[in-house]
């Protein structure tokens, strides 16, 4: 049968998103009206749903956490593939300059030139510099009047003229012009050219590129994968905001978390991929405010679904958002976490290569669609449904059916309650994953325990909200136009 060609349209598919958030809202209220025992039941289903979910993603988040430390422990710079191979590869690092301060880009090249890498004549460092950015050429010219001659590696500066037609003030038509340029420059080997994206604020470990050469060089089929590092953000720990803290470290959970479920892994912020494989899927998006997500499904469809993101256990340090005000920083971390849901946008790109693709298998195709929508679904609304769902029998109960009403309430509290006391195993793995990457004062761990108490509130409020609001800009027609980069303060 073929799909009415409606389905499959921008114009419907931007719906889905709010469509999808009002049926999960309206399904407990509509069994509840239809037939009151069912109702309980799906709302006894979804607590008991997120219950689980808490434990197994503490059980991940572990589990990842104790590989990140084996594999850091490790001494690659004896490992055949790194003594032989490795000598071949060229690592090209893109780092994308905007209105960073200058002190922010040196301590990310400093980072890079610090490295043990026994091959830095290999490294490339790719200032993929803005020409619109207040003050960007002037500190991308300084660095590499800085840093050149004082090590192996590269220091390469392009810029990115603005107003090219069909390129949208976004990171991916930077960074794809800044690559594309370099590839003029000079002759590259599409296999064994690894071209990775950290932002500017991003310090990566000493033993970064041997982490990332080995783990390139040594998996299966390497061409059809995106490298995922680990994002830790510690550089400006001490001076952030309670619920930047969490935030970040949230994120981190998450990173950590979803390493352990490689089929539906995701690339964020700091990744790396083969130059044939960056060619492939045509670069990076010239118009999408989410470049990193989206990369995942441009890479994908591309190899026709045989295609997968692997986690690579080399850190990378990054800031957490910090402006000059209280006031200013929740506004910066909105504007943050708005981007990064607006990535539900790629249900639109998503849902027809699926239907276009017939080399992709029926059933991979309905989970991974499934998985998206979902995941959005559930990022905008799953707190939130969590909170009210116990209250809903009491609205629409009468007056014979209010004690059972009542006890739903109270499991939904008792559940709320064992939930939250939960919290202080990520807040104690925290404090494990900050020490090794910061300095921790003596009060820093009563404090880093207590602010994991405000993770309710701070889950129903500034983390799902921009989601919200993304998905109802993208039902209404109010699209995001333009990357928003989170300011970085300087360091001293």
């Given at each position: 049968?073929?799909?009415?060609?409606?389905?499959?349209?921008?114009?419907?598919?931007?719906?889905?998103?709010?469509?999808?958030?009002?049926?999960?809202?309206?399904?407990?209220?509509?069994?509840l009206?239809?037939?009151?025992?069912?109702?309980?039941?799906?709302?006894?289903?979804?607590?008991?749903?997120?219950?689980?979910?808490?434990?197994?993603?503490?059980?991940?988040?572990?589990?990842?956490?104790?590989?990140?430390?084996?594999?850091?422990?490790?001494?690659?710079?004896?490992y055949?593939?790194?003594?032989?191979?490795?000598?071949?590869?060229?690592?090209?690092?893109?780092?994308?300059?905007?209105?960073?301060?200058?002190?922010?880009?040196?301590?990310?090249?400093?980072s890079?030139i610090?490295?043990d890498?026994?091959?830095?004549?290999?490294?490339?460092?790719?200032?993929?510099?803005?020409?619109r950015?207040?003050?960007?050429?002037?500190?991308?010219?300084?660095?590499v009047?800085?840093?050149?001659?004082?090590?192996?590696?590269?220091?390469?500066n392009?810029?990115?003229?603005a107003?090219?037609?069909?390129?949208?003030?976004v990171?991916?038509?930077?960074?794809?012009?800044?690559?594309?340029?370099?590839?003029?420059?000079?002759?590259?080997?599409?296999?064994?050219?690894?071209?990775?994206?950290?932002?500017?604020?991003?310090?990566?470990?000493?033993?970064?590129?041997l982490?990332?050469s080995?783990?390139?060089?040594?998996?299966?089929?390497?061409?059809?994968?995106?490298?995922?590092y680990?994002?830790?953000?510690?550089?400006?720990?001490?001076?952030?905001t309670?619920?930047?803290?969490?935030?970040?470290?949230?994120?981190t959970?998450?990173?950590?978390?979803?390493?352990?479920?490689?089929?539906?892994?995701?690339?964020?912020?700091?990744?790396?991929?083969?130059l044939?494989?960056?060619?492939?899927?045509?670069?990076?998006?010239?118009?999408?405010?989410?470049e990193?997500?989206?990369?995942?499904?441009?890479?994908y469809?591309?190899?026709?679904?045989?295609?997968?993101?692997?986690?690579?256990?080399?850190?990378?340090?990054?800031?957490?958002v910090?402006?000059?005000?209280?006031?200013?920083?929740?506004?910066?971390q909105?504007?943050q976490?708005?981007?990064?849901?607006?990535g539900?946008?790629?249900?639109?790109?998503?849902?027809?290569?699926?239907?276009?693709?017939?080399?992709?298998?029926?059933?991979?195709?309905?989970?991974?669609?499934?998985?998206?929508?979902?995941?959005?679904?559930?990022?905008?609304?799953?707190?939130?449904?969590?909170?009210?769902?116990?209250?809903?029998?009491?609205?629409?109960s009468?007056?014979h059916?209010?004690?059972?009403?009542?006890?739903?309430?109270?499991?939904?509290?008792f559940?709320?309650?064992?939930?939250?006391?939960?919290?202080?195993?990520?807040?104690?793995?925290?404090?494990?994953?900050?020490?090794?990457?910061?300095?921790?004062?003596?009060r820093?761990?009563?404090?880093?325990?207590?602010?994991w108490?405000?993770?309710?509130?701070?889950?129903l409020?500034?983390?799902?909200?921009?989601?919200?609001?993304?998905q109802?800009r993208?039902?209404?027609?109010?699209r995001?136009?333009?990357?928003?980069?989170?300011?970085?303060?300087?360091?001293?």
């Amino acid at each position: 049968m073929k799909l009415n060609p409606y389905f499959l349209s921008q114009a419907f598919l931007s719906k889905l998103p709010v469509i999808f958030l009002c049926i999960i809202f309206s399904v407990p209220i509509v069994l509840l009206s239809i037939n009151r025992q069912v109702g309980i039941l799906f709302i006894a289903f979804y607590i008991s749903y997120w219950t689980v979910k808490v434990f197994e993603s503490y059980y991940y988040i572990l589990t990842s956490y104790i590989t990140l430390l084996r594999t850091n422990k490790k001494d690659y710079s004896d490992y055949p593939v790194i003594t032989g191979e490795a000598k071949h590869l060229k690592h090209i690092v893109i780092v994308p300059v905007y209105s960073e301060p200058y002190d922010v880009i040196a301590e990310n090249i400093e980072s890079i030139i610090a490295n043990d890498y026994p091959y830095k004549e290999n490294i490339i460092v790719l200032l993929a510099t803005e020409e619109r950015g207040p003050g960007a050429m002037e500190n991308a010219e300084k660095i590499v009047a800085d840093f050149s001659g004082i090590s192996p590696i590269q220091v390469v500066n392009v810029v990115h003229p603005a107003g090219i037609p069909g390129e949208g003030k976004v990171k991916g038509s930077n960074i794809t012009y800044a690559i594309k340029r370099y590839m003029e420059m000079t002759e590259l080997d599409d296999h064994m050219t690894f071209v990775s994206t950290i932002d500017t604020d991003t310090l990566v470990e000493t033993n970064f590129f041997l982490i990332a050469s080995y783990t390139f060089l040594s998996t299966e089929h390497n061409q059809n994968a995106i490298y995922q590092y680990t994002p830790v953000y510690a550089n400006n720990w001490h001076k952030g905001t309670f619920f930047a803290r969490l935030i970040a470290m949230g994120t981190t959970f998450w990173q950590l978390s979803e390493s352990q479920n490689p089929e539906f892994y995701r690339n964020f912020a700091v990744y790396g991929q083969s130059l044939y494989c960056l060619k492939k899927s045509d670069f990076w998006s010239l118009t999408s405010i989410v470049e990193d997500g989206f990369q995942y499904w441009r890479s994908y469809f591309a190899f026709d679904g045989m295609f997968r993101i692997v986690n690579v256990p080399a850190v990378c340090k990054m800031d957490i958002v910090e402006e000059e005000s209280f006031l200013k920083t929740v506004r910066s971390q909105y504007k943050q976490l708005r981007r990064w849901s607006w990535g539900c946008t790629d249900i639109e790109f998503v849902i027809p290569q699926f239907a276009t693709n017939s080399n992709i298998p029926l059933y991979e195709k309905f989970k991974k669609t499934i998985y998206l929508i979902f995941n959005h679904l559930f990022w905008a609304g799953g707190a939130f449904m969590l909170f009210f769902i116990g209250y809903t029998p009491v609205i629409l109960s009468s007056v014979h059916e209010s004690i059972i009403s009542l006890t739903i309430p109270l499991i939904t509290s008792f559940m709320f309650t064992w939930i939250f006391a939960t919290i202080v195993f990520p807040s104690i793995v925290s404090i494990f994953i900050m020490k090794k990457y910061t300095h921790f004062r003596k009060r820093d761990y009563l404090f880093n325990i207590l602010q994991w108490a405000l993770i309710p509130i701070l889950t129903l409020t500034l983390f799902s909200l921009p989601a919200i609001e993304s998905q109802f800009r993208l039902f209404f027609g109010k699209r995001l136009g333009t990357f928003e980069t989170t300011q970085k303060m300087k360091r001293k």
